[in-house]
């Protein structure tokens, strides 16, 4: 069983920043890629930022320059710094784990609120 913890969500000014986490524990080999997603209300869950095995990562275009995914492989777990953040960034964020050998697992989920 894997289990995900998501944290670092809330509510912030436009401007401020935020940054999340996404611990996974449980009983697994490794783990490949993580990536985090968002899903706004009445929209599609979207690809917010991915970052693969060897560290390299991709970013949507609504988040390049102002996000950064890094990853923590003795701790497994994968942050997302958010910064400059803007009210239409307000969304449900997840975090996605691929695991070796078990698949793919979410996070629960966690509020981010921005105002204007």
């Known amino acids: 069983q894997v289990q995900l913890v998501e944290s670092g969500g809330g509510l912030v000014e436009a401007g401020g920043s935020l940054k999340l986490s996404c611990s996974a524990s449980?009983?697994?080999?490794?783990?490949?890629?993580m990536a985090w997603y968002r899903q706004a209300p009445g929209k599609q869950r979207a690809l917010v930022a991915h970052?693969?095995?060897?560290?390299?990562?991709n970013y949507a275009d609504f988040v390049k320059g102002r996000f950064a995914i890094s990853r923590d492989v003795l701790r497994n777990t994968v942050y997302l710094e958010m910064n400059s953040l803007k009210p239409e960034d307000t969304a449900v964020y997840y975090c996605?784990?691929?695991?070796?050998?078990?698949?793919?697992?979410w996070g629960q989920g966690t509020q981010v609120t921005v105002s204007s």
């Open positions: 996605l784990v691929s695991v070796k050998f078990r698949g793919d697992y």
């Open positions: 449980g009983t697994f080999d490794g783990i490949n890629s």
């Open positions: 970052i693969a095995t060897g560290g390299s990562t």
